[in-house]
């Protein structure tokens, strides 16, 4: 009996350790649940709370145990979670706000599920919670990376609009244009072309484009213009004349179009200038026939004054003479002005001829220098040649009208230096041409004109009021003649101290080369 007693009790109290051990598992477990879980009462009352619960909520347990639920939640959250709760069983992530000891509020979800006893009544509900705070936040940043996607997309198709309306503003305007407009690439393809340009050069855009600038020989129309561009665009900026026919003239223009430094392609305009040349053409035919008509009378003038001041018309007073010489200057140099013009328009037309011989330049530079030397006494100005090297080969000179640049150029030198003055010629060579210089220590040229020097009628301000008499000729003539000799012509200045003027011709092995017109 004792024993049987005994094992009973036994029985009892080993069925009451493992309850304790389970009590203490499950106690164990709701304290070691990283999840915040409490135990609520069916009247919304906190019963019991783990850890993670004290630790979101912000309150120990004696704190909140016994405390409604409406501590941590709004009034009808609270109510509704409870009332919910007991009505549905279970409650699956509502999301609710937790309203923390000392701290602000977070976002939460809730998960519920009631508790019944072993008779099935309901005891209470257990509520576990889910912080979203990390999730809000991620929520929130994705919202505003969302966000900035967004402006930026509208940024971009912004952009994108505008350089559209750019791009068609642009091609507005090239299409618009009153010049032919040529765009090439980098590798010398054509890459854009304007109407403009098709009517110009009669081809389509559609022939030419994708083409290069070397392809257009192949089109009878664009031979010229591939020629003049040379086949491959040029690096730099040129200018030329295209003549087409007789009175249809174009003036290309190659750009080079850089970016940041480097090459990105180029520019071909293509501007007509036939009126201008037409009209420049006409222009040239008036003077040239004017200047011939006035040049027969002007020479029967002179001839006249002459046999007059030769007294082959009869004895004539001192006064009679002084007239008559006033007279007989202003006709010369109404004569040389005729002739500068003259030179011009034929220089203008290409009728300007030259007729090269192999010559000693030394003895031209000493007939003009001589002519002068009355000139020069009268100016009281020195006027001397100095030839530098003994012997100077001789070279191809048309002796006309090299005379008559070297004559521009001396008497320039007498013109525009005071009394008192120098002038020296000096002739040299350096092997490949003979070169000659013309010193002055004249009034010199304003250096803001220095670039005008050998355009048609250019005079420097500072020399029109002490010589009336000069047409502003003689220096285009001299440059095209020493330029049709295949040389060069340029000069150095001082104002105020004085001009040298430099011209060279080269020396050529062969005797029987021709030279170029102007
Ligand atoms: P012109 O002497 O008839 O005016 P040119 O064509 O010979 O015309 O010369 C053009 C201009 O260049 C002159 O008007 C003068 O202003 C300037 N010039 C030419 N030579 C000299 C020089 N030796 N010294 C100063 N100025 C000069």
Redesign the pocket.
Known sequence: MVATESSEEKKLSLLADDLASLENYIHDLFSFSPLPICFISPIGVVLEVNPAFENISGFKSYEIIGESIEKVFKKDEAESLTKNTLEKRVIEGKEMTLSPKGKEKIFIQAFTRVRKDEKGKIVGYFLGLFDLTKIKETESELREAQLALMNILEDTEGARKIAEEERSKTQEIINSLADGLLVFDKTNYLALMNPRAEKLLTVKREELIGQRAVDFFKFESLKNLADLIGGEIKEDLFRRELKLTKNFILEVSTVPLVANGTRIGSLVILHDVSREKIVERMKTEFVSIAAHQLRTPLSAIKWTLKMMLDGDLGEISIEQREFLNKTYRSNERMITLINDLLNVTRIEEGRYLYRPILSDIALVLKFVINSYQEEAKKRQITLKFKQVKKIIPKVLLDIEKMKLAFQ?LID??L??TFAKGKVVVTLDSNGKEVVVSVK?S????AEEQKKR?FTKF???TN?IKMETD???????ITKNIIVSHDGRIWFE?KPGKG?T?YFAIPIRNQTNKRLKKA
Do not use: C, E, P, Q
């Not at 004249?442 to 040229?445: A, D, E, L, P, S």
């Open positions: 521009n320039n030198a013109k525009y002055d004249g009034v010199g040229i020097v250019f005079r420097g020399v000069g047409s502003g000729l003689g220096l285009f200045s001009t003027f």
